[in-house]
């Protein structure tokens, strides 16, 4: 009897080693597997045109910024300058004479055809100044994506994308396409400014091409890679 005991004690000592090193076998083997299937997993087409969309988004888009009432020249703003002279020439703003001891100041007015013009327009602010005047700031396109068309993976959590996305201008945009009528009506000086200051572009111009590096997250998701 006692004899029986100490052998069913020596199966059980040698059971419970063996039933350790095959737990540690499956988690070895449990782990290993899947490591193996998250990094087959890759950055799919339909991932890259969220990201790519959401990027886009994201960008503020350009604008024009513009005052009315009586509007005094300053560092932020000239209302003798070219986007004022392209609004009254679109029949959006009246220009009254220029006022003050060196002609800085003048009166601005938005017509009835501008009123209806910037209501058609989703996403104009209007701010009421410290000196009376009213700031208007006007969006004039925003970036679309037209495709994503290329995935390159670099390794399991880094990888490239390539996207070309166009311009969709809205009515404010159209007036300020450089290759449009009224933009083309002012001198080279004043296009230029046009373009680097006030939103001027050429909003039908060739699709944009763009790669951007991308990074997965510890969750898991894709973003911008960061560095």
Excluded: C
Aim: without cysteine.
């Amino acid at each position: 009897m006692f004899e029986q005991e100490i052998e069913m004690e020596k199966r059980e000592s040698s059971v419970v080693p063996l039933l350790l090193i095959v737990a540690l076998i499956l988690a070895i083997v449990g782990f290993a597997g899947y490591y193996l299937i998250e990094n087959r997993k890759v950055l799919s087409m339909q991932e890259a045109t969220q990201i790519a969309t959401s990027v886009l988004h994201d960008q503020a888009p350009p604008n024009m910024r513009f005052h009315t009432g009586f509007v005094k020249s300053s560092v932020d703003d000239n209302p003798q300058g070219v986007h004022y002279k392209l609004l009254e020439k679109a029949g959006l703003i009246k220009l009254g004479k220029a006022q003050g001891t060196y002609g800085t100041t003048v009166p601005v007015v938005i017509t009835t055809a501008g009123q209806e013009f910037f209501k058609r327009i989703d996403g104009v602010t209007t701010v009421k100044e410290k000196d009376g005047t009213e700031l208007y700031v006007v969006p004039v396109a925003e970036r679309k994506l037209s495709a994503v068309s290329k995935v390159n993976m670099i390794s399991p959590t880094r990888a490239t994308m390539t996207l070309t996305w166009t311009w969709k201008p809205n009515a404010l945009g159209e007036l300020l396409d450089a290759a449009g009528p009224t933009v083309k009506s002012f001198n080279t000086w004043e296009r230029a400014t046009l373009i680097q200051k006030y939103g001027a572009d050429f909003y039908h111009g060739a699709p944009t091409e763009v790669t951007l590096a991308l990074a997965k997250a510890d969750n898991g998701t894709w973003q911008i890679a960061t560095e």
